[in-house]
């Protein structure tokens, strides 16, 4: 059973930074990509960063100049530190992957961690 594993989110300043974890665990063969995505309610999940084993990263307008995703591909494990919080960057962010379970299979399909709530006051 594959799962992602977050860890990193809380209660922030306005102004400080948090760096967010996620681990992918269980048995597979590779994975097309790993990043974070945001919500907040009554709003759709937006993509924070994503970034593939290769290091090929992008993200969203609103923190580009202020964040930063890595992977450690021999940990399954991919970061992300968002420096300069504001108020706006408080929502549930959630882990996503595209896992391909099996060498034999061509499908990369989507996980998702539980999501770790991440609060900037002001």
């Known amino acids: 059973q594959v799962q992602l594993v977050e860890s990193g989110g809380g209660l922030v300043q306005a102004g400080g930074s948090l760096r967010l974890s996620c681990t992918a665990s269980?048995?597979?063969?590779?994975?097309?990509?790993m990043g974070w995505y945001r919500q907040t309610p009554g709003t759709q999940r937006g993509l924070v960063a994503r970034i593939t084993p290769t290091g090929i990263s992008d993200y969203a307008d609103s923190v580009k100049d202020r964040s930063t995703i890595s992977i450690d591909n021999a940990k399954n494990t991919v970061y992300l530190q968002i420096n300069t919080l504001k108020p706006e960057d408080s929502a549930v962010y959630y882990c996503?992957?595209?896992?391909?379970?099996?060498?034999?299979?061509?499908?990369?399909?989507?996980?998702w961690g539980q999501g770790t709530q991440v609060t900037v006051s002001s």
């Open positions: 996503y992957s595209a896992i391909r379970k099996s060498v034999l299979s061509a499908r990369y399909d989507s996980y």
């Open positions: 269980g048995t597979f063969f590779d994975f097309d990509n």
